[in-house]
């Protein structure tokens, strides 16, 4: 009940005047009635009041709710100012990267002009260098066919320093086939019976003995005096010394001029030509015999070593030896210590370019007073060389 209502009451029992029954009664129902309004009016009010209690509680969700999405607003705030940041930061990094490009193109462009002239330039280079290179291998022949006449032109001048000791070489034969055969004539003319026919065959067997022999030493001077073409092939070492001693061996006997040589048991092979070699040991030789005029003993050795892949072959004489001031000079062209007229100077030269065309070596060893010592190294042919060649 509200308070105007209770004031009535008040009123009403403090009013006590006669009343009937009836009219109490109807009071009474309408009390009842007007209670009954009031209790619906305060259940309304409850269910208004519980109502508004869910409301309000609704509310403080929807407070906290929106505290948090502020919360979270606030944050997505601070992430968003920090990628406008960073953002900034890349378009200005961006930025910068875009002029270092516009540089960097700017440069490339200057770089593929300097490479245009570069390529230019090097397209005149090349052609330069391709006529460069002609010139070179035109000059390379030149200088190989130089080399092939100074070689020639040493073989002559030795051929030259042998014509008395080759005349006598010949000689000897000649006069042994004269000999033989004015014995057979003898034998003819006298006609003596018995075994004169058989003396006759062999006096003229004799006489012909000497005609191969003079052929071969003819045939060795054309060989060896030949200007030909340069050819690589296995080569006996122990056949080319023979070679070389064959052509001298008669000036070395008329001076008195012992020869030793020393050579392996098995055969001693080198990838060479064999006239040039024979021209090596030739020289060697000659220079050998010149440097022992004056010496009571003369005597020249040769000596021949071998290892897996190398062969080492000594000269030595019992000369004066050189003087050490010009040793370092004996290979060079056209250099002597002889008299004019006595020597080329080309000896010593050829030699040295010979050896070094078949991938050796020769060095001097020199022991003044006591003689010299040429030391030559030569690569030794494999078997798989020499089965290459004779295939």
């Given at each position: 009940?509200?308070?105007?209502?209770?004031?009535?009451?008040?009123?009403?029992?403090?009013?006590?005047?006669p009343?009937?029954?009836?009219?109490?009664?109807?009071?009474?129902?309408?009390?009842?009635?007007?209670?009954?309004?009031?209790?619906?009016?305060?259940?309304?009010?409850?269910?208004?009041?519980?109502?508004?209690?869910?409301?309000?509680?609704?509310?403080?969700?929807?407070?906290?709710?929106?505290?948090?999405?502020?919360?979270?607003?606030?944050?997505?705030?601070?992430?968003?100012?920090?990628?406008?940041?960073?953002?900034?930061?890349?378009?200005?990094?961006?930025?910068?990267?875009?002029?270092?490009?516009?540089?960097?193109?700017?440069?490339?462009?200057?770089?593929?002009?300097?490479?245009?002239?570069?390529?230019?330039?090097?397209?005149?280079?090349?052609?330069?260098?391709?006529?460069?290179?002609?010139?070179?291998?035109?000059?390379?022949?030149?200088?190989?066919?130089?080399?092939?006449?100074?070689?020639?032109?040493?073989?002559?001048?030795?051929?030259?320093?042998?014509?008395?000791?080759?005349?006598?070489?010949?000689?000897?034969?000649?006069?042994?086939?004269?000999?033989?055969?004015?014995?057979?004539?003898?034998?003819?003319?006298?006609?003596r019976?018995?075994?004169?026919?058989?003396?006759?065959?062999?006096?003229?067997?004799?006489?012909?003995?000497q005609?191969?022999?003079?052929?071969?030493?003819?045939?060795?001077?054309?060989?060896?005096?030949?200007?030909?073409?340069?050819?690589?092939?296995?080569?006996?070492?122990?056949?080319?010394?023979?070679?070389?001693?064959?052509?001298?061996?008669?000036?070395?006997?008329?001076?008195?001029?012992?020869?030793?040589?020393?050579?392996?048991?098995?055969?001693?092979v080198?990838?060479?030509?064999?006239i040039?070699?024979?021209?090596?040991?030739?020289?060697l030789?000659?220079?050998?015999?010149?440097?022992?005029?004056?010496?009571?003993?003369?005597?020249?050795?040769?000596?021949?070593?071998?290892?897996?892949?190398?062969?080492?072959?000594?000269?030595?004489?019992?000369?004066?030896?050189?003087?050490?001031?010009?040793?370092?000079?004996?290979f060079?062209?056209?250099?002597?210590?002889?008299?004019?007229?006595?020597?080329t100077?080309?000896?010593?030269?050829?030699?040295?370019?010979?050896?070094?065309?078949?991938?050796?070596?020769?060095?001097?060893?020199?022991?003044?007073?006591?003689?010299?010592?040429?030391?030559?190294?030569?690569?030794?042919?494999?078997?798989?060389?020499?089965?290459?060649?004779?295939?």
């Amino acid at each position: 009940m509200n308070e105007d209502t209770e004031v009535t009451l008040a009123r009403s029992e403090m009013e006590v005047t006669p009343v009937s029954l009836e009219q109490v009664k109807e009071d009474y129902f309408n009390l009842q009635q007007h209670m009954r309004a009031l209790e619906a009016r305060v259940q309304k009010s409850e269910e208004r009041r519980r109502a508004l209690m869910h409301i309000l509680s609704d509310l403080n969700e929807m407070n906290h709710k929106l505290n948090d999405q502020r919360k979270a607003m606030i944050h997505i705030l601070a992430d968003y100012e920090q990628d406008r940041s960073r953002l900034a930061k890349q378009t200005e990094r961006l930025d910068n990267s875009r002029r270092a490009l516009m540089h960097i193109l700017q440069d490339s462009y200057q770089s593929n002009l300097r490479l245009e002239n570069s390529r230019k330039a090097m397209i005149h280079i090349m052609s330069d260098l391709r006529e460069t290179t002609e010139e070179v291998r035109h000059r390379e022949l030149e200088l190989r066919e130089k080399q092939e006449q100074l070689v020639q032109a040493g073989k002559l001048a030795t051929l030259g320093e042998l014509t008395t000791g080759i005349a006598h070489e010949l000689n000897n034969p000649l006069n042994n086939i004269g000999l033989f055969i004015g014995n057979a004539i003898d034998l003819i003319e006298f006609g003596r019976d018995g075994d004169g026919h058989e003396r006759v065959l062999r006096e003229l067997g004799r006489a012909m003995q000497q005609v191969r022999k003079a052929t071969e030493i003819i045939s060795h001077l054309r060989t060896f005096g030949r200007a030909a073409s340069v050819s690589y092939q296995p080569v006996v070492l122990s056949e080319v010394i023979t070679s070389s001693f064959s052509l001298i061996q008669e000036q070395l006997r008329l001076r008195q001029i012992g020869v030793k040589v020393e050579m392996p048991d098995e055969e001693v092979v080198v990838i060479g030509n064999a006239i040039q070699l024979e021209q090596v040991f030739l020289n060697l030789l000659t220079n050998a015999r010149d440097a022992m005029n004056e010496q009571e003993e003369k005597q020249i050795i040769i000596t021949c070593t071998t290892n897996d892949d190398l062969v080492e072959i000594r000269v030595r004489d019992t000369g004066s030896g050189i003087d050490p001031a010009i040793a370092p000079r004996i290979f060079d062209p056209f250099f002597t210590t002889k008299e004019v007229g006595a020597g080329t100077g080309l000896g010593l030269s050829i030699t040295y370019s010979i050896i070094q065309e078949h991938q050796g070596n020769i060095q001097l060893e020199n022991h003044p007073g006591k003689g010299s010592l040429f030391l030559i190294q030569l690569p030794r042919a494999s078997t798989d060389q020499e089965r290459i060649f004779t295939s």
